[in-house]
Nanobody
Framework: QVQLVESGGGLVQAGGSLRLSCAAS????????MGWFRQAPGKEREFVVA????????DYIDSVKGRFTISGDNAKNTVYLQMNSLKPEDTAVYYC????????????????WGQGTQVTVSI
């Protein structure tokens, strides 16, 4: 079992950057497929990006391609989401998740979730 804790959210102006962190404990994150989701007020939770167990494959939604990058640091047992060129429509609570599958893009396929971190992008 793994526990996930997100951090790094905040308020940023459009065009700015943030780096979210997802610290894993209990087990190494490299044992899992990892993903980031987001949920804006009044909307369903949305898949943002996933990285396969082992880190060789990534999958991004079209709206963040070229702006967001997922990465991991095995020594720190932490997964990161670097977000550049942020837009107001990126405003949401961002969640880190882990799946026992190799990789997944659906929230229902994830087994462990963090508590979320708020990202707000102002005009």
């Amino acid at each position: 079992q793994v526990q996930l804790v997100e951090s790094g959210g905040g308020l940023v102006q459009a065009g700015g950057s943030l780096r979210l962190s997802c610290a894993a404990s209990g087990r190494t994150f490299s044992s899992y497929g990892m993903g980031w989701f987001r949920q804006a007020p009044g909307k369903e939770r949305e898949f943002v990006v996933a990285i396969s167990r082992g880190g060789s494959i990534t999958d991004y939604i079209d709206s963040v391609k070229g702006r967001f990058t997922i990465s991991g640091d095995n020594a720190k047992n932490t997964v990161y989401l670097q977000m550049n060129s942020l837009k107001p429509e990126d405003t949401a609570v961002y969640y880190c998740a882990a799946t026992n599958r190799l990789m997944a893009a659906m929230a229902t396929q994830y087994d462990y979730w963090g508590q979320g971190t708020q990202v707000t992008v102002s005009i």
